[in-house]
């Protein structure tokens, strides 16, 4: 079995004091009462990272970020390249996020490019994938996905693939056990379609308003791997109780 995982997308939250408190927070608990055999992995805003880097050094709590560049250097203002994330000690990277699909009109091809990069880097990618409301109520979600996989993951994916219906993101509605259960199946065939036996053992998340009441429903559903989680992870007393809720396996 593969080692389940919990994830906290800060996302634009927060400022250096808050993060700094928020994960002395969940460092402290863990070191107290440990979450044995569940990777856990907080993603703070670029701008904390060089602060995080060290208050989460040797501790149980890895540091990931919300995206990268293609490329590792050159003319791109604004831009943060996967080198640039590993010298302050990042390990994992979200990459195609519904929220930067939206916001900065990333396409699959773009995530792609960014998830070749990110693996090169030494990173380990969090794929986004997930169908919107509208795909949904067409009818559409597995023909999205299937595409969203196919367009999104490169040859050679060593990453996790993140499962959040855009629905379900921030609206305290998330997807119903059963649903999950079926599309995570759905993905997994696509990652096996694409991938051969590798596709068997990459780690699939959900994520979309996972919280500290439906954690232990969603993450006891055998293929699910674990979770990603926005607005709870902001909260380390609910952010904690899901990491405490994955199942031994
Ligand atoms: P949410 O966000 O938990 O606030 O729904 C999840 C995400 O966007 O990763």
């Known amino acids: 079995m593969s080692t389940p995982i919990i994830v906290g ?63 590792d250097k050159g003319a791109h203002t604004g831009d943060i390249a996967p080198s640039m994330l590993t010298d302050l000690g990042t390990t994992h990277v979200i990459l195609g996020h519904s929220e930067r699909r939206r916001d900065h009109e990333e396409v699959d091809e773009t995530v792609r490019e960014k998830t070749v990069s990110a693996m090169k880097a030494g990173l380990t990618p969090i794929v986004c994938i997930g169908e919107t409301e509208d795909q949904r109520q067409s009818g559409q979600t597995e023909d999205t996905l299937g595409w969203q996989i196919k367009g999104s993951l490169p040859d050679g994916f060593a990453g996790i693939v993140a499962y959040e219906p855009v629905w379900a993101i921030g609206t305290g509605l998330a997807a119903t056990i059963e649903d999950i259960t079926n599309t995570v199946a759905f993905i997994r065939a696509e990652l096996v379609r694409q991938f051969g036996d590798a596709g068997k053992s990459l780690r699939i998340l959900y994520g979309g308003s996972v919280d500290a009441n439906n954690a232990a429903g969603i993450l006891a559903i055998p293929d699910v791997a674990g979770a990603l989680v926005g607005g709870a992870s902001l909260k380390p007393d609910a952010f904690l109780t899901i990491i405490r809720a994955v199942p031994a396996r």
């Open 9 to 71: 997308n800060w996302k634009m939250n927060g400022l250096s004091a808050d993060s700094a408190d928020r994960a002395k927070q969940i460092v402290d608990s863990l070191a107290t009462v440990p979450a044995a055999g569940v990777e856990v992995v907080v993603c703070p805003p670029f701008t904390q990272l060089a602060l995080l880097g060290p208050l989460l050094k040797d501790t149980p709590v890895a540091m990931g970020a919300q995206d990268c560049h293609k490329d």
